[in-house]
């Protein structure tokens, strides 16, 4: 069974940074995306960004686009968001989740609250 932990998550200030990292049980290039989703108290879960982790291609939702940054680690076997600028209307539970032939795997989710 796939094991998807995320980290880095925590409060910031409106304008900082945080980088989440998702490590996976096995290897990454196992899977064909990983992606980072989002969801606010009371709200649907939405997506925030993907990479092709065989390729690097990657994609990004408008809200993002130009603030966040997602990319892979293969020294250490993550794929991380780094997330600049941020603003108060980011928070949320992110989960990270990663893709291959036998489904969809999903993590346990990590808190980042902006707020001053």
């Known amino acids: 069974q796939v094991q998807l932990v995320e980290s880095g998550g925590g409060l910031v200030q409106p304008g900082g940074s945080l980088k989440l990292s998702c490590g996976a049980s096995e290897n990454i290039f196992n899977f064909n995306t990983m992606g980072w989703y989002r969801q606010a108290a009371g709200k649907e879960r939405d997506f925030v960004a993907r990479?092709?982790?065989?390729?690097?291609?990657?994609f990004y939702a408008d809200s993002v686009k130009g603030r966040f940054i997602i990319y892979r680690d293969g020294s250490k076997n993550t794929v991380n968001l780094q997330m600049n600028s941020l603003k108060p209307e980011d928070s949320a539970v992110y989960f990270c989740?990663?893709?291959?032939?036998?489904?969809?795997?999903w993590g346990q989710g990590t808190q980042v609250t902006v707020s001053s």
């Open positions: 989740s990663a893709n291959q032939l036998s489904g969809t795997y």
């Open positions: 990479i092709n982790v065989p390729g690097g291609k990657t």
